[in-house]
């Protein structure tokens, strides 16, 4: 469900007669529990933060910040507040980890550095077992996967796989599957011995897929392949023949941005890409690009570059179950094959959950409350201890 309904008198329309998101206004979030006032100063000084993110005058210490509609975007603007007034180093990862006030103003000092930026975000460290493995997005970024670690329960570790090329992208992968050979050693580094647990959001899809491949070359368990709105590009010749300037307008299409601008171009594409998500103004990112400018160049070569590799990549087969999570308010797209059914030749069996969604929503708050049960109860009991 929703965290929260908003009444209109009438949804407001682009010019193209279809829902204007940005015209939206803005939720007025609620607490959720009885009140319990800050207690300390590192409480009140979150409290303090918190009603100034939410509009909410009193929040209490046990209210917690996904509950009352935080996001990854403004997770990284209370962190980026919390550092000025600390002057510390609080990773990102820290609200995803303790995300009322009384547990993360109790967790913070326990916290190590974590760069925003780095290739593997720690998510929640304290879960037993084996941990979830998400791997980003064509951004790069798997920041959007908090909220569904928050979700997944605490007791399942839950770390974000990110691109690498923030700092320097002169040697950024030529394919997915050096990518997915890069991550695996990752995974291996935080946990050596399977069963391993993946998953993938749109290009993330890809990549896990690949993931999972070499792990079952190895003769590793995998105990979750979950596929999150993701398709393989369609390589016939009818694709062979479409010039850049279609792929480009393929590639917004599938994505759902509405645009008054077509691009003409993979560079044009980026462009949009970056305004669309508001890359240039995330707070992590203009407090990377004071201590190295070349953070945001080098993040629209990594994007573009990402794009490339989509679409030159044809999956193998793979002897693994999926779990396929459709986002089927999306528009169709000739550049991809627009149905889960498309996986059928790589895979071994799959299971289709069908979403309410558009592709950019998957990970949003209500949409991953949704998800996060389903992949619960397919990882056994004995592991499993998100509530569902």
């Given at each position: ?20 998101r940005k015209a939206l206004p803005e939720p007025a979030w609620q607490a959720q529990h009885e009140y319990v ?352």
């Amino acid at each position: 469900m929703p965290a929260l309904f908003v009444e209109l008198d009438a949804l407001p329309l682009n010019v193209n007669g279809k829902l204007d998101r940005k015209a939206l206004p803005e939720p007025a979030w609620q607490a959720q529990h009885e009140y319990v006032a800050p207690r300390t100063e590192a409480e009140i000084q979150l409290a303090a933060i918190w009603s100034e993110l939410f509009g909410i005058e009193k929040i209490s210490v046990h209210d917690n910040f996904f509950d009352l509609g935080g996001d990854s975007l403004m997770a990284a603007r209370l962190i980026a507040k919390l550092r000025d007034i600390t002057q510390r180093n609080i990773p990102l990862a820290a609200i995803f980890a303790a995300s009322t006030v009384a547990d993360l103003a109790e967790q913070l000092e326990q916290y190590r550095s974590v760069d925003p930026l780095g290739p593997l975000i720690p998510f929640n460290e304290r879960g037993q077992g084996p941990a979830v493995f998400c791997i980003h997005p064509v951004v790069g970024l798997s920041w959007a996967y908090g909220s569904l670690s928050h979700m997944l329960g605490s007791d399942i570790s839950v770390y974000g796989l990110q691109a690498r090329g923030f700092r320097d992208a002169s040697s950024l992968p030529g394919s997915i599957e050096e990518m997915a050979r890069d991550y695996l050693q990752q995974m291996r580094a935080c946990q050596p011995d399977g069963p391993y647990r993946l998953v993938g959001w749109s290009m993330g899809g890809l990549v896990a897929h690949e993931v999972a491949r070499l792990l079952r070359e190895d003769g590793e368990e995998l105990e979750l392949l979950a596929i999150l709105d993701a398709f393989p590009c369609l390589l016939d010749d009818a694709m062979q023949q479409r010039n850049e300037a279609e792929l480009a307008a393929d590639t917004l299409a599938f994505l759902g941005i509405e645009s008054r601008e077509i691009p003409s171009s993979i560079d044009e594409l980026t462009d949009i890409l970056c305004r669309e998500y508001d890359i240039f103004n995330l707070p992590e990112l203009e407090e990377l690009q004071q201590s190295n400018e070349e953070t945001l160049a080098n993040m629209v070569e990594l994007l573009k570059n990402n794009i490339t590799l989509m679409r030159n990549f044809v999956p193998q087969y793979v002897d693994v179950d999926i779990q396929f999570f459709h986002a089927a308010a999306t528009a169709e797209n000739p550049a991809v094959c627009y149905e889960p059914e498309g996986w059928q030749p790589y895979v071994r069996a799959m299971t289709v959950h069908s979403l309410n969604c558009h592709h950019q929503q998957m990970l949003d708050a209500d949409i991953a409350a949704k998800i996060a049960p389903r992949i619960a109860s397919v990882l056994p009991a004995r592991r499993s201890g998100a509530a569902a």
